[in-house]
């Protein structure tokens, strides 16, 4: 029986993976290294450090240790310039209901996002109180597939990982669902991870699966 639902943030619950998507996109053309929607994807879920790495992996050229604090440094100035116009209309389709209704069936709730700016959008979107427990890129030593941030998230609502479910459109986060034994629901470009235990069109149909 699942007594909880974590939720990945970015992609999940706000459309936040397009300002990822731009404000990457800007530092690769700054540095002429192509870029794509394809190369996008290897992002979603994984650090802003990590991120650096796969997207140089297209570059001609070596980076110094510093070059790529500056890149990285660079790019989060310019996703969190997009933040700011970041309001509730960004909430994915049905999120707020779900969230709402999982409560009222006594199921907790929990974000498990390797975000540091978790906190800062989920203000944003008028979010930040309805969740039982937060758990984001602030809290953790290794980012996803490594199941830390799950774990963390577990453990702050005090429910055994065995009975947390997760909710991913990341690849790199159904991976690390499983590996913290949860419940692996993919989303969006998780759909056809080969580890998801189920994969959803639609945030609703998540509700079903949990009560039974
Ligand atoms: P930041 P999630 C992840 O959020 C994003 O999907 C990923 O693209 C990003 O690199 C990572 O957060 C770190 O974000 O630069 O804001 O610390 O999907 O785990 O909610
Ligand atoms: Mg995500």
């Keep these: 029986m699942i007594s909880a639902v974590i939720f990945d943030l970015d992609g999940v ?5 397009n300002y990822h998507y731009q404000a990457w996109k800007k530092i690769a053309d700054e540095e002429n290294i192509y870029f794509d929607e394809e190369v996008n994807n290897r992002l979603r879920g994984v650090s802003r450090s990590d991120s650096l790495e796969i997207i140089l992996e297209r570059s001609e050229r070596k980076y110094t240790e510093f070059e790529k604090t500056r890149l990285t440094e660079a790019k989060n100035t310019y996703y969190i ?3 700011e116009s970041l309001t509730a209309e960004a909430i994915l389709p049905n999120v707020k209901e779900v969230l709402i209704k999982l409560k009222t069936n ?16 989920l203000k944003q979107i008028g979010l930040i109180d309805l969740f039982d427990a937060i758990s984001d890129g602030n809290d ?17 609502l005090g429910i055994e990982p065995t009975k ?7 690849s790199a986060g ?5 590996k913290a034994r949860m419940y692996a629901i993919g989303i969006g470009a998780a759909k056809n991870s080969k580890l998801c235990d189920l994969s959803v069109d639609n945030i609703a149909e998540i509700i079903e699966i949990v009560k039974k």
């Excluded at 619950?13 to 993976?17: A, F, G, L, N, Y």
């Design 164 to 170: 947390c479910a997760v909710i991913e459109d990341a």
């Design 174 to 178: 159904i991976e690390a669902a499983k």
């Design 13 to 17: 619950i706000v459309s936040t993976d």
């Design 106 to 121: 006594k199921i907790k709730i929990a974000i498990g996002s390797s975000s540091k700016n978790a906190k800062l959008i």
């Design 81 to 83: 310039k997009l933040l």
């Design 140 to 156: 953790i030593k290794r980012s996803k597939p490594h199941p830390e941030v799950f774990l963390i998230a577990a453990k702050r």
